[in-house]
């Protein structure tokens, strides 16, 4: 679906990432020497074609969402880099990166906090639109109450404020401000994890036309497995900051290779009483501090199938054709 | 938490030396020297050079700072140019009756607003919520020399309940009781205005913990109304009304030199206009710095409270 | 089976400042020992405040104004603050959504776990600790010993959920209501407190009331579900035949609505339109008119009433049940 594939100039991805870091520091003491490090992104590779979703799961601390922010220049990477529609992003000032800002947006989880309470939503969905210069005087008018019928509400709800709106409502909101200048690349951040399920299938079916009509492409972080696999082409699976497995949606969730994304599965809770889960099939434990990763394969301190070189060696992401797993024994 | 101290200790030397600086340069900025104060028609240009060499002042600005500090360092803060006492001696004097002002106003401030700004959130909306809210903005806005006016008119003149001023009543023994008789007139009327605004803190802060969830979870677990009020949200409550604590300490500091001067409290402030019309450039200074550190001690002594509090913060983690 | 909560007939009455709402009206059901029952439907629909009312949690503003809960046949609705105080927390507790904000910032776990122990159990403090420590071990938590002495936000939320669980079990509760207790967590911390749930159920045979609004969570761990719709009960049935065949067109639409892995990827969901309406916009007759792609001219007019279909199916729909009166006009027995 969305097949628009009408790539850049070169014929390259719209979003490529190469080796992607994002190393916090830690200070401590009496003047605040640098006393460790937070690996929150360690090290991601991965492509984007245009109109193409790639999904992004792993649990809370797995560096997903820091992904997304260093992809759109939100934050600086401490190494890697970003190439968007066929140019470098890491090491582009900010007045060279604005113009390549409105082809860039995000969708966050909760809409309520990123929308500001004392302003109409008309306002707050033109502002960027005049503060890029796309559109001028009346046009910018008629274009929010276009763009408010885009995501399905109303033109009137132009002059509402905020609060005056139910979550679902205001995530529509949230999109039709990431859709107004025009972008290629929408980052939607677990867009759908604060919204009840009926309204989480109305988001996802929104995003899901829009992505059609407009040629959209989507990173989309999440960490419900169903609505991944239902808006995703591609989906990578991240641990402490490592994409662990990647590959073709359907062969990934039918076929996993690694362990990680195997226990993840296992855990989704079934659709049906029919499926109820056995015992053994539970992951254990927290995920560990990213502050003091495990060596070698970070998934091992958790891993049913790790071996003694799973604890030394820290395997790199490997495979043919599209599906990869970074994984000494995957699971076939 | 030891380092953090020390850190804040050693940031707080730079910000006095600047604090000390900035007043000095501004002090001689002001029009008039203390020359000029004692001159009389029969003195000759002359004598009057004469006595700005001996007094220093006729040096550049900055020589007589560094001066001022080199001295200050090694405990000498000079001599007052109108008493022509030592500074340290004056000033010693008039620290005493200041701290007993700013504590029992400080005190007093405390014990009525924060029951009255508990009450007033628990009872959100009642006449009381509305009348605590009526008096806390009287007590704000009402500037203190006002209310010390009308309190010597009312309390003093007309039922002459209290003096109209001084810290003991003159040719008496110095008793304890003369004192309390004394202070309690300034002590409340420089209060007003921290209650004042304490109250609507207590009120805001009670009102936010009043909704947490961990008091639902509380009462879930079937705690009395009173343990759920006394310990699970006071001390959660309390935690952002320590910050004002030590916010208020420079206000007062303010309200005490107009609070002093109004009921001839022989305090600091007081000391403070006498100098200033005297441009007594050395008590000047030493009182300056006496208040940089006061406030700077007070905003250490929040922050070690206000970690105290919050275990989140005495555990580094925040 | 023995009826361990019984909810009949209850209406909840919020006041507001443009009069008096009813969130909740025609909630019906009963929890039998050792059985979980899962309430299901969207925000709006009424099932926390269902079992707000249950704990007496309703705050000033609200009251069961019509109806009774009743626990092992005492009735709950109308004790004094005292009273409930007693039962709360020691024959029924609850755990909540969100974790880290469920417990007290400057408490330690230890305090928060001990105090519940001393006021139910009488213990003194020592005993209470240890108690609370061996609690801490049996809902899974190694370290229990320094956990005692720390502070929530030192926990991971998988953490608190336990010890919040090790809270509200520590008193050996009859009633253990569960509000959406995994809806904050990773999906593999979400499989370890549900099995968790289950394996304290059968230890101590708590019977459990599960508000959810993840029908696969329900699928998981319900014996029995209750769904809700704009305040009142709409479905109810045993969790096999609900999945298997449900009669009410939410139902349906909850249950479709889920996008489930490897199914049906290039079809677009089924999205239920709209949203619950508010309690003081209810429309006349059914609540989900609106909202129901069956809709028919009686559901415009009239009410439907909570029809008995047989084997404990309930519905209330004008649709698909033409089964006889159930128990909405049963009266109080």
Same mark, same amino acid.
């Given at each position: 679906m969305g097949g628009h594939h009408d790539s850049e100039r070169n014929g390259g991805p719209l979003l490529k990432v190469d080796g992607l870091k994002k190393h916090y520091p830690v200070r401590s003491g009496l003047f605040g020497r640098n006393t460790g490090q937070v690996k929150a992104v360690d090290g991601v590779s991965f492509r984007l074609e245009q109109g193409r979703t790639l999904g992004i799961i792993g649990e809370s601390g797995s560096g997903k969402s820091t992904m997304g922010r260093l992809?759109?220049?939100?934050?600086?990477?401490?190494?890697?880099?970003?190439?968007?529609?066929?140019?470098?992003?890491?090491?582009?000032?900010?007045?060279?990166?604005?113009?390549?800002?409105?082809?860039?947006?995000?969708?966050?989880?909760?809409?309520?906090?990123?929308?500001?309470? *004392?302003?109409?939503?008309?306002?707050?969905?033109g502002e960027p639109i005049r503060v890029h210069r796309l559109l001028e005087g009346a046009a910018v008018e008629k274009r929010v109450q276009e763009l408010l019928e885009i995501v399905g509400l109303s033109g009137h709800y132009r002059n509402r404020?905020?609060?005056?709106?139910?979550?679902?409502?205001?995530?529509?909101?949230?999109?039709?401000?990431?859709?107004?200048?025009?972008?290629?690349?929408?980052?939607?951040?677990?867009?759908?994890?604060?919204?009840?399920?009926?309204?989480? @299938?109305?988001?996802?079916?929104?995003?899901?036309?829009?992505?059609?009509?407009?040629?959209?492409?989507?990173?989309?972080? @999440?960490?419900?497995? /169903?609505?991944?696999?239902?808006?995703?082409?591609?989906?990578?699976?991240?641990?402490?900051?490592?994409?662990?497995?990647? /590959?073709?949606?359907?062969?990934?969730?039918?076929?996993?290779?690694?362990?990680?994304?195997?226990?993840?599965?296992?855990?989704?809770?079934?659709?049906?009483?029919?499926? *109820?889960?056995?015992?053994?099939?539970?992951?254990? /434990?927290?995920?560990?501090?990213?502050?003091?990763?495990?060596?070698?394969?970070?998934?091992?301190? *958790?891993?049913?199938? @790790?071996?003694?070189?799973?604890?030394?060696?820290?395997?790199?992401?490997?495979?043919?054709?599209?599906h990869k797993v970074a994984c000494h024994y995957p699971l076939h | 938490m030891l380092n953090y101290l020390l850190r804040r200790i050693l940031i707080a030397i730079p910000v006095l030396a600047g604090i000390t600086l900035f007043n000095f340069l501004i002090i001689n900025m002001a029009p008039g020297n203390p020359v000029e104060m004692f001159i009389n028609p029969s003195m000759s240009q002359a004598d009057i050079d004469l006595r700005k060499e001996q007094l220093g002042i006729d040096d550049p600005v900055f020589i007589q700072y560094f001066r001022w500090l080199g001295n200050m360092l090694q405990g000498d803060f000079g001599y007052s140019y109108s008493s022509y006492e030592p500074v340290a001696k004056?000033?010693?004097?008039? !620290?005493?009756?200041?701290?007993?002002?700013?504590?029992?106003?400080?005190?007093?401030?405390?014990?009525?607003?924060?029951?009255?700004? !508990?009450?007033?959130?628990? %009872?959100?909306?009642?006449?009381?919520?509305?009348?605590? +809210?009526? #008096?806390?903005?009287?007590?704000?806005? !009402?500037?203190? #020399?006002?209310?010390?006016?009308?309190?010597?008119?009312? #309390?003093?003149? +007309?039922?002459?309940?209290?003096?109209?001023?001084?810290?003991? +009543?003159?040719? %008496?023994? %110095? +008793? #304890?009781?003369?004192?309390?008789?004394?202070?309690i007139m300034p002590a409340l009327i420089l209060a007003t205005a921290s209650a004042g605004s304490m109250v609507r803190y207590v009120r805001s802060s009670v009102l936010e913990v009043l909704g947490q969830d961990y008091l639902r979870t509380a009462r879930a677990k079937g705690l009395s109304e009173f343990v759920v009020i006394n310990k699970h949200a006071l001390r959660n409550a309390m935690i952002p009304i320590i910050t004002v604590v030590g916010l208020d300490v420079p206000l007062l500091f303010g309200g005490a030199v107009i609070t002093e001067q109004v009921f001839g409290w022989p305090g600091m402030g007081q000391l403070m206009i006498q100098s200033i019309g005297s441009r007594d450039y050395p008590t000047l200074m030493a009182i300056n710095l006496i208040a940089a550190v006061a406030v700077l001690a007070a905003n250490l002594l929040t922050d070690i409270a206000y970690a105290a509090a919050d275990p989140a913060i005495k555990y580094g983690k925040r | 089976m023995e009826a361990v909560l019984e909810v009949r007939q209850v209406q909840v009455t919020f006041k507001t400042e443009k009069g008096e709402i009813a969130p909740v009206e025609n909630v019906d059901f009963q929890l039998g020992k050792g059985e979980t029952i899962a309430i299901v439907g969207e925000s709006g629909s009424g099932k926390s405040v269902t079992t707000l009312s249950i704990m007496g949690l309703l705050g000033k503003a609200g009251r069961v104004s019509r109806g009774y809960i009743s626990l092992h046949g005492r009735e709950l609705t109308g004790l004094s603050a005292k009273e409930l105080n007693r039962i709360r927390g020691n024959d029924i507790s609850m755990i909540f959504q969100e974790p880290m904000s469920a417990l007290n910032p400057v408490l330690t776990i230890g305090h928060q776990l001990s105090e519940q122990i001393r006021k139910h159990r009488g213990l003194g403090r020592k005993e209470a600790r240890a108690e609370g420590e061996?609690? $801490?071990?049996?809902?899974?938590?190694?370290?229990?010993?320094?956990?005692?002495? &720390?502070?929530?936000?030192?926990?991971?939320?998988?953490?608190?959920?336990?010890?919040?669980?090790?809270?509200?079990?520590?008193?050996?509760?009859?009633?253990?209501?569960?509000? &959406?207790?995994?809806?904050a967590l990773d999906v593999t911390i979400q499989a370890q407190i549900l099995r968790l749930m289950k394996e304290l159920k059968k230890e101590f045979g708590t019977s459990i009331l599960l508000i959810t609004h993840d029908m696969n969570v329900v699928a998981?761990?319900?014996?029995?579900?209750?769904?809700?719709?704009?305040?009142?009960?709409? &479905?109810?049935?045993?969790?096999?035949?609900?999945?298997?065949?449900?009669?009410?067109?939410?139902?349906?639409?909850?249950?479709?609505?889920?996008?489930?892995?490897?199914?049906?990827?290039? &079809?677009?969901?089924?999205?239920?339109?709209?949203?619950?309406? $508010?309690?003081?916009?209810?429309?006349?007759?059914?609540?989900?008119?609106?909202?129901?792609?069956?809709?028919?001219?009686?559901?415009?007019?009239?009410?439907?009433?909570l029809k008995d279909a047989g084997k404990g199916h309930k519905v209330r729909c004008w649709l698909t049940c033409e089964g006889k009166e159930g128990e909405e006009n049963g009266g109080t027995p």
């Open positions: 992809i759109l220049q939100l934050e600086k990477p401490t190494e890697g880099g970003v190439t968007f529609q066929g140019r470098e992003l890491t090491g582009m000032t900010e007045r060279q990166l604005r113009p390549m800002r409105t082809d860039m947006q995000i969708v966050f989880q909760d809409p309520y906090s990123s929308l500001n309470p *004392r302003k109409r939503v008309g306002d707050q969905l404020f905020p609060h005056e709106f139910s979550g679902g409502q205001r995530q529509r909101i949230g999109i039709a401000r990431a859709l107004a200048l025009n972008p290629k690349l929408i980052v939607c951040d677990e867009p759908v994890s604060a919204l009840d399920v009926s309204i989480q @299938a109305q988001i996802l079916n929104l995003l899901k036309d829009l992505q059609g009509e407009l040629g959209l492409t989507y990173l989309f972080i @999440a960490h419900g497995l /169903g609505a991944v696999d239902y808006i995703s082409d591609e989906i990578g699976v991240m641990y402490l900051g490592k994409l662990v497995e990647i /590959g073709d949606s359907a062969r990934l969730f039918g076929s996993p290779r690694h362990p990680y994304t195997a226990a993840l599965l296992a855990s989704n809770p079934p659709g049906s009483p029919h499926d *109820r889960r056995r015992e053994e099939s539970v992951l254990q /434990g927290d995920i560990p501090s990213p502050l003091h990763p495990p060596a070698g394969c970070r998934f091992h301190t *958790r891993c049913p199938y @790790a071996q003694k070189r799973c604890g030394t060696e820290e395997p790199v992401l490997t495979g043919e054709g599209s | 004056v000033v010693g004097a008039r !620290i005493g009756p200041t701290l007993i002002l700013m504590g029992s106003s400080l005190l007093l401030a405390y014990i009525i607003a924060v029951p009255i700004g !508990i009450l007033s959130a628990r %009872k959100q909306y009642s006449w009381l919520d509305y009348s605590a +809210t009526s #008096f806390s903005f009287l007590g704000v806005s !009402i500037p203190n #020399f006002i209310l010390g006016l009308g309190g010597i008119y009312l #309390f003093a003149l +007309t039922w002459k309940l209290f003096p109209t001023g001084g810290m003991y +009543t003159l040719g %008496k023994e %110095k +008793t #304890f009781g003369d004192l309390l008789h004394h202070l | 061996a609690m $801490l071990r049996r809902v899974g938590i190694a370290r229990a010993e320094s956990i005692m002495r &720390e502070y929530p936000f030192a926990l991971s939320g998988g953490m608190l959920q336990r010890v919040m669980i090790a809270m509200a079990m520590s008193c050996n509760p009859k009633v253990l209501i569960a509000d &959406e207790p995994t809806t998981e761990m319900a014996d029995r579900v209750i769904v809700m719709y704009g305040g009142e009960v709409v &479905e109810e049935a045993d969790v096999f035949q609900l999945f298997d065949h449900h009669r009410h067109p939410y139902t349906k639409g909850l249950l479709e609505c889920i996008p489930q892995i490897g199914s049906g990827k290039g &079809e677009r969901l089924a999205a239920i339109p709209g949203s619950v309406p $508010l309690p003081q916009h209810m429309p006349r007759g059914c609540r989900f008119q609106d909202r129901c792609a069956h809709v028919m001219d009686k559901c415009r007019e009239q009410h439907p009433p």
